[in-house]
């Protein structure tokens, strides 16, 4: 008899898709095969029928010598004058032959039924003919194959299994091998000789690996090196051979520790009050209480009786009642032994308490940082929500909420040029490229690209040329690119290049070469929300396919081809020449709104809403280096400065908080991070304080704007 044992189907997808739970089909029979053999007249054709194979069987003897001798297909072979199929024992085909041919369909939604499945023919699988529990209960007790008899859930017949199938389901179930004629352990056949000999098995060289130290070892040795300097790892002494009938690293809580104790400074458990004359049964006079007394102590607070019982007097000891306060009295022993101290604390001493401070430099030594206020910038009617400077540091750009792009000349505060836009402006940025003046400004749905009209002609000259030679908008640009008229003077967009009327844009920034800049959108229409526009082609893409999630700020490497991008709780690091991710960093804040690179691009610092300035070292963790909690309200922008080791970070409470941030050229050294000085830029406007800040690009200066419409200037 053939058994099917039960077969796991499982089906492993990539990492992104869910994984199926796999299917038990259980124990069914083959119908194919036939259960016995057929009775045969003679003790000799019997014989006969057991040396035959198997796929034989089923033939009659007389009409073994009429098959065909001719053969012409390799896999079978000759016995006598029959042609047998050597493969005929094996079934070599992918799929089963299974009677009921429902697939993976579950069988339960065949329980109303009174068809279990269909025929490979497509034919209804009639259900047996159910039984009672009466019918179940006497073939319980006259079957005596009933234990081993199982029901086919395919077809919903009975198969009583055989002593072989019983055997495998036993290996089964105690984790053995089904078949017995496989031996787990079989004899060792030593190939080599024990014997050491002179001349090696081979003439191959050894591999380069031999001769080059292990990185892995190398690895471990380097941080047990580290935990053998810091006193992490202490050398212990060989442990004496512990008694398995009493360990050593158990004590006994009651016994008597009067001996020693285990561990160092450690604290000897309480003893218990051993009974007096007053827990006597038959107490003397001078112990036993008045009726006065008894009154005063039934009065008094427990915790402040001189005992917690009467004294009683019995005149036998048999007529002494049992003691109710048992369990209350070993309560309170485990509550004495568990809350008293178990080793006793050494004091340091301290002589002085300020070698417990670190050692941070004076802030006189870390001069020169913004401290005063310098000038102030008036003209803006509303919130000013962005600024930037240009790369000569002559000139100041500035956007607000009133639609206007305005151009300031930082050393007087007069305002040199201003450009409605219709929409309110988040965010601009001045090119940092010397070798042309651009100005982009991010306004409602639409990017526009502003020649300032400010600074050296030449230079206006040069830039002019540039936008006049610029090519029409490609195909394949993701959004096209709209000319503007231009205007002979004074600052004027040259371009604009218009997303969906449903995307609201929140942040430029520029590449460090000036031809490329990102804008980041809140794009509500399912489109991208990071765009990549090329200025020399008039050019606009989307760099990836799918966000990592909600885009909250970008920033360029200023030294490598990457793009960090800020999420609400992540930033993720991008490799835009390899187009792959490098590294995914965890905020641990709740959201993130900024995001700031330092110069050197090994370091990075963001502001999120819950009050946090987080400091990264790329090279050290994913995790901040170093958490700043100044701010006492959300945090809405942070900048760093292009040459002095100073950043800041602009908060809703009207403040702007520099800081300074050293990163040394030593590996060994971690970077220092030092609040200097908190200054009251703005006042509180509608819930709003300071919205934006930047740093001069020469002078270590910091312009701060905010809600109250101002822009303002600190100067060291």
Known sequence: ???????????????????????????????????GTDDVGSDIESDVVDEVPKPLRSIPLNDLNSLSTENTDTSKRRIGDSVVDEYADYDTSDEEDIRNTVGNIPLEWYDDLPHVGYTIDGSKLMKPIGRGEIDKFISKVDNPDYWRTIVDRGTGEEKVLSAEELDIVKRLFRGGIPHSSVDPFPKWLDIFTSEVEIHPLSNRPPDKRSFTPSAHEQRRVRRLVAAIRAGWLVPRDRKPVADPLFPQNYRDLWADETSGVGKRNQIVAPKTRLPGHAESYNPPEEYLFTREEEDRWSSQDPRKRRSDFIPRKVDALRKLVPYDRVIRDRFDRCLDLLMCPRVRKERVAISNPEELLPKLPRARDLEPFPRRLAVSYRGHRGPVLAVSTAPSGQWLASGGRDGTVRVWE??????????????????????PSGK???????????????????????????????????????ETSLYPWEPLAPA??????????????????RQVVWHRQGDYFASVSHATSGGPSVLIHRVSRSHSQAPFSRPPGAVQAVCFHPVASQLFVATQRHVVIYDLAKQRLIKRLASNCKWVSSLAVHPGGENLIIGSYDCKLSWFDLELSCKPYRVLRHAKRAIRAVAFHPRYPLFASASDDGTLTVCHGTVYNDLLSNALVLPLRTLDAHSVTQDLGTMATAFHPVQPWVFSAGADGAIRLFSN
């Open 1 to 35: 008899m053939a058994s099917a044992l039960p077969e796991v189907a499982s089906d492993e997808e990539s990492d992104m898709s869910s994984q199926d739970s796999s299917v038990y089909s259980g124990l069914s029979e083959d119908p194919d095969t036939d259960t």
């Open 410 to 431: 930082v050393a007087s505060g007069r305002c040199r040029h201003s450009y409605a836009t219709g929409a309110a402006v988040t965010s601009v940025e001045w090119s």
């Open 436 to 474: 042309l003046s651009l100005l982009v400004a991010a306004t409602g749905n639409r990017v526009l690209i502003f020649l300032p009209g400010v600074g050296d002609s030449l230079l206006l000259q040069r830039t002019r040329s540039f936008l006049s030679a610029l090519p029409a908008s490609a």
């Open 488 to 505: 002979p003077v004074g600052l004027h967009p040259r371009f604009a290049v218009s997303l969906p009327a449903a995307s609201s844009l």
